[in-house]
């Protein structure tokens, strides 16, 4: 049996390096949960945005979470499939999309954003409630830098 190696101090201190390993096991983890549930992270997270109307149009929730508009319409497209969400064209403007969450859509964040954080509480099982606290603070801190 091959012995694990050591990561470099010089990685250990680095925050991309960090982040990313951070990245990948929370969202293994809540991959492998929703999989489940025939849906995804971004999918759920297209969802969470509707039900809180942070976003209405296909365009806003690409600028909101950062995805390419091919894949959006595919995550539009599963939620549909689930008859999470309804699209409809905006009256003011024929050519533009409003997306929405439909009642069984609200019903479904609700069990899924149980499902996420319970996810995510087991891929960072051995941190410390006071830990998770600071990395909850330091991540709005740095999402906040964006927005300015």
Do not use: N
């Amino acid at each position: 049996m091959a012995a694990t190696p050591l990561v470099p101090t010089a990685l250990l201190e680095s925050p991309s390096f960090q982040l990313e390993r951070l990245r990948r096991r929370t969202r293994d983890e809540v991959e492998r949960a929703l999989a489940d549930e025939k849906t995804g992270l971004r999918e759920y997270w297209v969802l969470t945005c509707l039900v809180e109307e942070s976003a209405a149009s296909q365009t806003a929730l690409c600028e909101l979470l950062a995805v390419d508009a091919s894949d959006m319409v595919r995550l539009i497209d599963g939620l549909e499939r689930h008859s999470w969400v309804k699209r409809e064209r905006d009256q003011k403007d024929r050519r533009r999309q409003i997306v929405a969450a439909t009642k069984k859509g609200r019903a479904a964040q609700k069990k899924l954003a149980d499902i996420v954080t319970d996810a995510e509480d087991r891929a960072l099982d051995e941190s410390t409630s006071k830990q998770l606290k600071h990395l909850r603070k330091l991540a709005k801190a740095i999402i906040a830098l964006d927005a300015d």
